[in-house]
């Protein structure tokens, strides 16, 4: 299955390599690709430069992953972008987001009469990108249909490894997890961090 | 103060990001940079490819950060690899080693006699690329001196954190940990992966 990150200027790098880290320790089975719109060079606000291939490169019935960042901000408000990226969440298995990668899903309408969640802190902005979405104030990520959504940054690996644990069983969720020495935060409702 | 992560073809992702996030975490502080020995593009494990820029553009008396992954193994017995790396680190203020990459810190000699740490199920072969380091085998991450080395893949985000916390105090590493929601595992020597 493909699994498809899409970059842009501003991401957050934790928020892309979490999901990216747990779900190539499956293997074979997610054939992992890295996207921008037009394609080229994606900045993160961590200063990483990342190749990306086009989103025309994207094929129908995988994973698309989208992180958060100060990139997002920007993004929001771009019709074209949006209207590009519901288009490849359309046609997406399944979408994770990430922090406020959620606000840039919500942008798509994609997720209105949904739950969905979001970085606690940036959860008045992220809201506003979204007010008919069921945004829950508390969880570590939320699962509705096809669309799961995360708190902020590290709550993406997390995620990742309960969609892994959703689609290949916790015990697989847990060796990954083991080959990655982390502790995962395996209960999606535990947020510590919701204000 | 420059922070320069090693990447090199099949680094791992999580092992460099991790570090790269955190440190990010302090704003202006510390300036991040991504070299490879003669720049160009690195390849992740994940499929990320990274732009780099040379070793030759790294600063004396900053941070160097060396990830772990399977492209170690190829570089471990590359002498002239190592014999850069070793002058990299000498004239490092701090030198930070996740996960495998401690076999090829241990591999300048530099670790000799000094206690580090490493992936616990790598733990055998990186023993073997040095024979007088001090391995410790139940450890998240090890401090001698100016030399921090974690277990494997997430554990790096806790080092450094805790590398955040010894410069910086505790505060703004848990201040750090919040902002990426993350849930810092904040005891080095709380090990559940060691064997």
């Known amino acids: 299955m493909k699994c498809s990150i899409i970059l842009f200027d501003g991401f957050e790098l934790l928020d892309a390599c979490g999901p990216a880290e747990v779900l190539a320790g499956l293997g074979e089975e997610y054939e992992l690709g890295y996207h921008s719109s037009t394609g080229g060079v994606a900045h993160s606000s961590q ?19 989208i992180p958060g960042g100060r990139g997002t901000r920007k993004l929001a408000s771009e019709a074209e972008y949006i209207a590009e990226l519901r288009g490849l969440c359309e046609r997406a298995e399944f979408v994770l987001a990430v922090c406020t990668g959620s606000a840039l899903l919500a942008r798509t309408g ?66 990954i997890a083991e080959n990655m020495e982390y502790i995962w935060n395996s209960d999606k409702d535990a947020d510590p961090f919701a204000l």
């Open 47 to 65: 200063k990483a430069s990342f190749a990306t291939d086009p989103f025309s490169a994207i094929e129908d019935g995988g994973i698309v992953i």
């Open 110 to 175: 994609l997720l209105n009469g949904r739950k969905a969640t979001s970085n606690k802190k940036a959860m008045k902005w992220v809201q506003a990108n979204g007010t008919e979405v069921d945004w829950q104030q508390q969880a570590r990520w939320v699962v509705d249909g096809k669309y799961y959504t995360s708190s902020g940054i590290s709550a993406g690996l997390d995620m990742s490894l309960g969609f892994i644990a959703d689609r290949h069983g916790e015990r697989v969720a847990k060796k």
